[in-house]
RNA sequence: GGGCGGUUAGCUCAGCUGGAAGAGCGCCUCCCUUACAAGGAGGAGGUCACUGGUUCGAGCCCAGUACCGCCCA
């Protein structure tokens, strides 16, 4: 047969290929009304703030692993794609890029620059689907989402009105996380720590009819312009007398109330601490305590408010500056301390945030936090690794109301309108005519949109259509699985926990996958600055897609990072190519062009000796493998089951089997050469099967050549194991042989045998041995490169000799060149210390009583016939290496 | 301050229910044998951080110590 297959695979052209013919054909398309058992996925929506970055391609690439898996199952599968408008993420990005061109937002206006927005999010939008099409992804595109499209809107404004009809959510003046630079509220977790070595100043507060003073230690002087009291421990001795005193804040010249209250830390500076309501959590709750007024020195542009005094409209830092220097004039400041503290910066652009009172719409979670914890203690949803319950519980046991209103303009407008004749607020899904108040017709809307993460954690159903009562939703709700990083546990995971079981009465997912961040191969992190990005694109360009793919899954070990190396892709590269030659081969060799059926296999099976022993061997291997992956697939043992198969293929197929069918599948007997082709063709197929869900496009590429049912591998069933194929006795045999030709080729390759040049070899062995090993001669010289093997009653010791041990037989490899003696004899006397070692553990062990009583018998019976086969080899070893002495 | 994870080959990491220490890359020797040199055959390299405990048996379980990392406050 004529045939032109290249010698190496090239993955360009194949991705590109079958994608589009995989898409074409509708295959990535859900059936909701195929009355298969429904499997669904909702892809965690990628930002449109730029493109895909490694991490979206593990969590991208584990999910069309599971996918595929599950479709090829049989199950009619949804996985559904889509993106997110990702509100102030993407508004920076925008504003940095409008920067560039020396243009503000507020330059544009509200609507111009909403506008510009969206004009982004196309382009995003477009390159990030494009880039998961790269990655092979099987997502139903026709189900395509936006976290900020019509629909979605719907879904939010309607959660939105009810939660504020059930009074869960609510307007009001506190104290929140600030960002001066992006002007806008931000939730608790958008607020990151980093430790920063700082000051701790001591400053004297005269008291109130008094030279005497108290000293208090901070460090943010500024926010000391905003002090309404002076606090310490209820139960600090040092302090009692002064207790209910006033002293006269420095500066202001403001007299401000000694207050005591627990919160205040003792061993903190001197156990006396100034109060700032304004501008600290803690300070805002004592000060809703014990009701002491608010005086906000600092304002939304993080300059300070005219209630700073001379120090109006001065920035937070100068005002710093200034007032510490004051302070020293007047002989206020005590003393200055280095201080290291935990500093709150902006998530998103990393300014230091201003604690500040402010009045921002909130949502009552703890309510919704219940449910949700309810429903993972009782496992109807599992996280995978467990661990991560414990976080997810000490989370949600202590959550706090979420801030959900931002000062920005890209996102989901609040739908709450202002009467500004009655003052009162009217909130509704679709904008109002008339105050439901006072019936005025003169309403404004919020100018304020929501935090993007209430709509995401509306993602799982709201991509389905809801509140309309779907047939997606019914077939798809709960989801399966959610594939996520674990970075957005709380942001992400937890909030959709709630929201699903609030409106939707059941929980959003039933497994939650936490995959790990892609570090770089040292388990750096990839930043630009350490210019250690490793772009995706770039790779699937140099290696292709199935190589990283690979990669990823088989470094993917549930709760760890995952150090991406380069040279270890290189390796998987390499492993497609091993795929590639081995269909090569087989391709050209094939000359039938029917499919091969597992019945025909099976009545093979059954037929006496019509299987070779290493089809028999390979057949039975195959079923371990098989089961073993369907397992690793059910517990998301990712790397697991790509390292098995890895091995599987490359060293057991490969390797030997396809090394012993040679023969067969290049045979001029064309009944041999057929069967040997068909059952080969089998396994390959199967293994294709096996490997589709980790490298989609070599495997359909290589399948769509090899004489198939149905039109895809794609949607072929995934293999599921027979039992009654597994034959041990078989997998035994095999393994004497291949461990006695592991050992010719030991003692060959010691000893410098050109390893073209076929030798004559001895063996002594027992009967049953002997007449397998005979039934294999053609093996055994093949991989061995034998000439005549003769099977004796004693192995000839004159001549030119180099003599190995196996458990099957003892060889003699008859040589008409002179050998190294000396090297033989230190290999010889290297297996015989390894054998030592083990015959010395397995003595232990067995003259050990306690072992022997308490251990199973399977474990003991073990060890005693190991210690047998140990002994007698050493003592084969021990002979040869007698033997050699002599001339 | 509280919690979690890690420490196994030169490097990066596996090791799932405790029962003969593994992979990829790198290194050494030989071989371009008509599937594959992106290949084949063989080889070197490990007190599984430390201390104690449980067990017939510990890389794995328990306690403590040291160092590294992450999360929360």
């Known amino acids: 047969m004529t045939k032109n297959i290249p010698k190496a695979y090239e993955p360009a052209e194949a991705e590109k290929k079958w994608y589009t013919w995989w898409e074409k054909q509708g295959l990535f398309q859900a059936h909701p009304g195929s009355g298969k058992a429904a499997y669904s996925i909702v892809l965690p929506p990628p930002n449109v703030t730029g493109s895909l970055h490694m991490g979206h391609a593990l969590n991208i690439t584990l999910q069309d692993i599971i996918i595929r898996w599950k479709r090829m199952q049989g199950f009619d599968v949804l996985w559904l794609p889509g993106t997110d408008h990702a509100g102030i993420a993407t508004q920076n990005v925008v504003e940095r890029h409008l920067a560039e061109q020396g243009k503000k937002r507020t330059d544009l206006g509200r609507e111009k620059f909403e506008q510009i927005v969206w004009q982004w999010k196309e382009k995003a939008e477009t390159d990030i689907l494009n880039q998961i099409r790269r990655l092979g992804c099987s997502c139903d595109w026709s189900r395509n989402r936006f976290t900020f499209d019509d629909g979605l809107s719907r879904a939010v404004r309607e959660v939105f009105v009810r939660l504020y009809q059930d009074g869960l959510i609510y307007r009001g003046e506190y104290l929140v996380n600030w960002c001066p630079r992006c002007t806008t509220a931000i939730s608790d977790l958008e607020v990151e720590y980093e430790p920063t070595q700082g000051k701790l100043w001591h400053i004297k507060y005269p008291l109130k009819g008094s030279s005497d003073f108290v000293v208090v230690a901070t460090t943010r002087p500024e926010t000391m312009l905003g002090d309404t009291a002076v606090a310490v421990h209820p139960e600090d001795e040092r302090y009692t007398h002064l207790t209910g005193r006033t002293v006269i804040l420095p500066l202001m010249e403001r007299e401000i109330r000694i207050i005591t209250d627990d919160f205040v830390d003792r061993k903190f500076g001197t156990g006396v601490v100034k109060v700032t309501p304004g501008h600290d959590p803690y300070d805002f709750e004592v000060g809703q305590r014990q009701q002491l007024p608010i005086v906000k020195v600092i304002g939304e542009d993080g300059r300070m408010t005219e209630a700073a005094g001379r120090y109006a409209k001065m920035d937070r830092y100068e005002a710093r500056k200034g007032v510490v220097a004051d302070l020293e004039k007047q002989g206020l400041l005590m003393k200055v301390e280095d201080h290291s503290h935990n500093v709150g910066h902006c998530q998103r652009c990393e300014t230091v945030v201003e604690p500040l009172v402010s009045t921002q719409w909130f949502a009552k979670v703890k309510p919704l936090a219940e449910a949700a914890i309810r429903a993972v203690k009782e496992k109807q949803t599992v996280f995978v690794p467990e661990n991560y319950e414990k976080i997810y519980f000490e989370w949600m046991h202590n959550i706090h109301d979420w801030c959900i209103s931002r000062q920005l303009w890209w996102g989901h407008r609040i739908p709450a309108w202002y009467c500004p004749d009655c003052g009162e607020i009217t909130v509704a899904q679709e904008a109002p005519e008339i105050c439901s108040h006072c019936e005025s017709r003169s309403l404004e809307q919020e100018s304020d949109v929501l935090d993007t993460w209430f709509s995401s954690a509306l993602w799982p159903f709201s991509t389905m259509g809801w509140p309309d009562q779907t047939k997606d939703l019914q077939v798809y709700y709960s989801t399966n699985t959610l594939v996520t990083a674990s970075d957005i546990i709380f942001f992400w995971v937890a909030r959709m926990m709630m929201m699903g079981l609030r409106f939707m009465g059941e929980v959003p997912f039933r497994t939650v996958y936490f995959n790990g961040m892609v570090r770089d191969e040292h388990g750096q992190k990839m930043t630009k600055s350490r210019g250690n990005v490793i772009d995706p694109l770039e790779i699937m360009d140099e290696y292709g897609t199935d190589a990283m793919r690979f990669t990823l899954a088989a470094m993917a070990v549930p709760g760890t990072n995952i150090p991406f190396s380069v040279s270890r892709m290189a390796g998987y590269r390499h492993f497609c190519n091993k795929i590639w030659n081995a269909a090569r081969f087989l391709l050209l060799n094939l000359e039938h062009e029917e499919p091969v059926t597992e019945e025909e296999i099976d009545e093979l ?102 004489p198939h049912l149905g039109d895809s591998l794609m949607i072929a069933p995934y293999p599921v194991a027979h039992q009654e194929w597994v034959d041990l006795a078989v997998e035994k045999q095999m393994g004497g042989l291949q461990e006695l030709i592991s050992a010719v080729r030991t003692a060959r390759a010691e000893n410098n045998i050109d390893p073209r040049k076929r030798v004559p070899l001895q063996l002594l062995c027992n009967d049953e041995h002997q007449s397998f090993l005979q039934s294999q001669l053609h093996h055994l010289k093949n991989l061995a490169q034998l000439d005549q093997v003769e099977f004796v009653s004693n192995l000839e010791r004159g001549g030119i000799r180099v003599q190995g041990v196996s458990r099957m037989a003892e060889f003699s490899l008859i040589l008409d060149e002179v050998i190294d003696v000396g090297a033989e004899r230190q290999r010889l006397i290297r297996q015989i210390n390894r054998f030592e070692t083990s015959v010395q553990q397995l003595q232990e062990k067995l003259q050990n009583t306690e072992f022997l009583h308490k251990a199973p018998e399977q474990v003991v019976a073990d060890a005693r016939k190991r210690y047998e086969e140990v002994v007698e080899q050493l003592r084969k070893l021990k002979e040869k290496l007698n033997g050699l002495s002599r001339p």
């Open 605 to 706: 099976w059954r037929e006496e000796n019509r299987l070779e022993v290493e089809e028999r061997w390979m057949l039975s291997r195959l079923q371990k493998i098989i089961s073993d992956t369907n397992e690793n697939f059910e517990k998301f043992r990712f790397h697991e089951a790509s390292n098995q198969l890895y091995h599987f293929f490359w060293h057991e197929f490969c390797d030997w089997f396809i090394e012993l069918a040679k023969v067969n599948i290049t045979s001029h007997d064309v009944r041999k050469q057929r069967r040997a082709s068909r059952v080969t063709a089998y396994l390959l197929e199967t293994c294709l099967k096996l490997l589709h869900p980790f490298i989609p496009f070599i495997t359909e590429e290589l399948w769509q050549q090899l």
